[in-house]
C-alpha cells in the first residue's frame, strides 16, 4: 500500500480528544497504525500493536513514531474516543472522492437491521448485476485450506429509515464468510 503525505494530510483536521498529559503517542501514528493494520487483515486491538511491531520499518517511512508503538490499550482507548468524529471523517473521505467502510457492531443495531432486511429483501427478488457482486479466494497454509467470500449488495438508500440516510455516500453492505 502505497501511503502519500496527502493521504495522511486529510486526516490533520481530526481533533484530539486527549488531555495535553496523556498524548505520548502522536495520534497522526496511531491513526495510520490502525488503519494500515485493518486494512492489512489485521483484527483486534492486540492484531493492531502486534502489526505495528512487525511493520515498524514500513512505518517509519511515513511519521516517526518517536514513542514507539503504542500498546493495544492505548490505541483502542484513543480510537474509540474517535468515534464522535465518525461522521465527520465520513465526510472527509467522501469529499475527496474515496470510499470507507463503516463495520457495525453493537451501537449500529438498528442501521444493521435495516441492513439485513435490505439484503432478506434483494435476496428475495433476485440478485442481479446491478445490486449484487461475490468474490472468493481459496488460501492454504499452516496445514489448512481456507476459502474466503465476500459478498455485497448495493443498498437503496431511500429505502432506509430516515435517521440512516445521513451518512453520506453510497452504502454497500458487505458480508465476510
Known sequence: MLMTATFLK??????????????KHNLLEIILLAISAVMSGSEGWEGIENF???????????????AG??????IARV???LKA???EIAKL????????????KGH??????????????CQREGFTADNFDEHTTIDSGHGRIETRRCQQVLVNKSWL?????????????????
Open 10 to 23: 486529510h486526516f490533520d483536521s481530526i481533533a484530539d480528544p486527549r488531555i495535553e498529559r496523556c498524548k
Open 52 to 66: 505495528g511491531h512487525l511493520k515498524l520499518d514500513w512505518l517509519l517511512q511515513h511519521r516517526p513514531f518517536k
Open 69 to 74: 508503538i503504542p500498546r493495544h490499550d492505548t
Open 79 to 81: 480510537i474509540c474516543r
Open 85 to 87: 468524529d465518525e461522521k
Open 93 to 104: 473521505i467522501v469529499k475527496q472522492k474515496a470510499d470507507y467502510i463503516l463495520a457495525l
Open 108 to 121: 449500529h443495531s438498528g442501521l444493521q437491521g435495516e441492513l439485513e432486511a435490505w439484503w432478506h429483501k
Open 161 to 177: 429509515n430516515n435517521k440512516y440516510r445521513k451518512r453520506p455516500g453510497k452504502y454497500n453492505f458487505n458480508r465476510f464468510h
